[in-house]
């Protein structure tokens, strides 16, 4: 008779994501009863409170479910992160979701879900507790991108879907090939089966290449990698500018961290999926910066920013795991705060969901001030001029790919970042130029808790722009990478 | 016994078919379908290797997949529907307003 062995189940690395999760149920439950603004309050004490369980579980390197779940240091801190972003999307959506028609409870129990679903790809330990991380953020994705309801939202919600599922079924049968070739699914298992060919016959190393390239084709569609991110500039432009804020933050964040823990812990010395990722990253490079430079919608320059943004960060992932993890680590955090200040002040000032043109910010510093100064601000980091912080997290970014023998990619990688001065700075520019024509934004955008998410993002780019040590101390240490790819 | 090769040529087959659907279907249902049909290739590539290897993590990863698959159907038809209701078509080509 075999006996029954309990599973080894911890709640303490589960707190911050059980959080989250309470934060969803509860907007679930009390939705029928409450206003969603109570709702975003509890979810924004929830996220708040989800941070500072991490802060509990610090440097213990936790694990629980035998090994799926995993708390180290690299989780809090992309988990972080991701509470950062999931915060400004919360405060952003309580001055601009009744103006986008998705004020309902609904809204903020999906977004929490995601959130759930972000944090479990970020504590995962094995492949199926990441795809199930995956799926979670994803499905709740698709809703909110179709939330709005309008004619454009639909189209963006089922192009979201429909390619969202291609990438997940690609990434599943990668994940079927990485287990065919290694036996296992846990991170630390395949770190140590790839750590040296002679574990693997012939017949596996194939079979373990095929499944890698495999894998960076689904999260290629997760985190809009060219040649998969097609979907991105309809889904992001289609969709109400608050949902816009949270994918191309949060759940770009979320998709970067499994890419983390699979490619810079699990097959972080698998073959081939590397060179197969410089010439991908390359194409985006190229095509999200070509892409953006002739956009006349400002929304819709932003949907391409953020595809030439992947590409700036999947750098990061050319590079050691020491440096490029900690280049990742730093980067998202930047990318998060000026995308989220930039995508606030465009959703307090749009009239419609389709943004405004680029020739309507014309003088914008003379009607909007503050908010004016602050999106050139962001502009300004976007684009990667110092002293703020985007200047530094492509620097971290160069280093890393330069410093592993990827001199090329850092070279092109230069050259594009001219090309997205041009189209940063263009709308930085015209908003200080004087213009007698009567405003064609929204006049009374301009609300407490939107400023308050500007002014994070601004305050937190320029003081990580001066003094980069703040986080980059945190994110540095090299122990916290190596632990990861299981050295 | 049937070596596992000839499983996994079988799921790559399911995959490629699965994969050319989603290419060349313009319907959002039969691409919707051809996805349900490269998750199914997955799951016989995770259960031959799961046999192979003599361990029954795969096949349990089986059903997380299946599971999966099913909520995806939800949350798939739930949008299809919304968008037919207003359009009365789900061809994905006429869902083309926004471009470049």
Request: charged content about 10%.
């Amino acid at each position: 008779m075999p006996q029954l062995v309990a599973p080894d189940v911890a709640l303490l690395p589960l707190l911050p994501i059980l959080l989250v999760l309470t934060g969803a149920l509860i907007s679930t439950l009390l939705g029928f009863w409450v206003g969603r603004r109570v709702l975003t309050v509890i979810n924004i004490v929830t996220v708040v409170l989800s941070g500072a369980s991490m802060m509990l579980v610090w440097n213990r390197n936790l694990t629980s479910f035998a090994g799926g779940l995993q708390a180290d240091n690299a989780a809090i801190l992309l988990g972080l992160t991701i509470l950062v972003g999931t915060l400004m999307t919360l405060l952003v959506s309580l001055d601009t979701a009744w103006r986008e028609r998705v004020s309902f409870p609904e809204f903020d129990a999906m977004m929490m879900y995601a959130v759930t679903g972000c944090l479990l790809i970020v504590f995962s330990g094995d492949l199926i507790v990441m795809l199930i991380g995956l799926e979670i953020m994803s499905l709740a994705g698709y809703v909110l991108a179709t939330f709005q309801g309008s004619r454009r939202a639909e189209e963006s919600g089922l192009k979201y879907f429909l390619l969202g599922a291609v990438g997940s079924a690609i990434l599943i049968y990668g994940i079927a090939f990485v287990y065919g070739a290694t036996g296992s699914l846990n991170y630390a298992a395949i770190a140590a089966k790839v750590g040296s060919v002679s574990n693997l016959t012939p017949d596996n190393v194939g079979i373990l290449v095929g499944g890698s390239l495999l894998l960076l084709a689904g999260f290629g569609f997760k985190i809009a990698l060219v040649p998969f991110h097609q979907w991105t500039p309809d889904v992001y432009s289609g969709t109400s500018t608050t949902t816009f804020l949270f994918l191309s933050t949060v759940v770009k964040v979320a998709a970067f961290a499994g890419m983390l823990r699979v490619f810079g812990g699990a097959l972080t010395d698998a073959p081939g999926w590397a060179s197969v990722l410089q010439v991908l990253t390359a194409a985006t490079l190229i095509i999200g910066n070509t892409a953006a430079l002739l956009q006349t919608n400002f929304k819709r320059m932003m949907a391409y920013s953020a595809v030439a943004h992947t590409g700036f960060l999947a750098m990061c992932l050319l590079g050691t795991p020491e440096l490029g993890g900690a280049a990742l680590g730093y980067y998202l955090l930047v990318y998060t705060l000026m995308t989220g200040a930039a995508l606030a002040v465009l959703a307090a000032l749009q009239r419609t969901e389709a943004g405004f043109e680029i020739s309507d910010m014309r003088g914008l510093y003379y009607r909007h001030p503050a908010y004016a100064i602050a999106l050139s601000v962001c502009l300004a980091s976007l684009a990667g001029l110092p002293p703020f912080a985007g200047f530094f997290g492509k620097y971290l970014a160069f280093q890393a790919a330069f410093q592993n023998g990827y001199v090329w990619i850092s070279v092109l990688a230069a050259v594009t970042s001219v090309a997205a001065l041009i189209y940063y700075l263009r709308p930085a520019m015209l908003m200080f130029m004087p213009d007698r024509t009567p405003a064609r934004e929204y006049l009374h955008g301009q609300r407490s808790p939107t400023t308050f998410t500007v002014g994070l993002g601004v305050a937190g780019i320029t003081v990580l722009g001066i003094l980069p040590n703040v986080w980059y101390s945190w994110v540095a240490n090299p122990a916290i990478w190596q632990f990861l790819a299981g050295r | 016994m049937v070596p596992t090769s000839y499983y996994i040529a079988l799921s790559g087959l399911l995959f490629a078919m699965g994969m050319i659907g989603v290419l060349t279907r313009r319907t959002a249902i039969m691409v919707f379908l051809s996805v349900e049909l490269m998750l199914n290739a997955a799951n016989i590539a995770l259960v031959a290797f799961a046999r192979s290897w003599g361990d029954l993590t795969g096949q349990t990863a089986v059903f997380i997949v299946m599971t999966l698959a099913a909520a995806e159907v939800a949350i798939g038809l739930a949008i299809i529907v919304a968008i037919f209701r207003k359009r009365e078509t789900t061809n994905v080509d006429d869902l083309a307003a926004m471009k470049g």
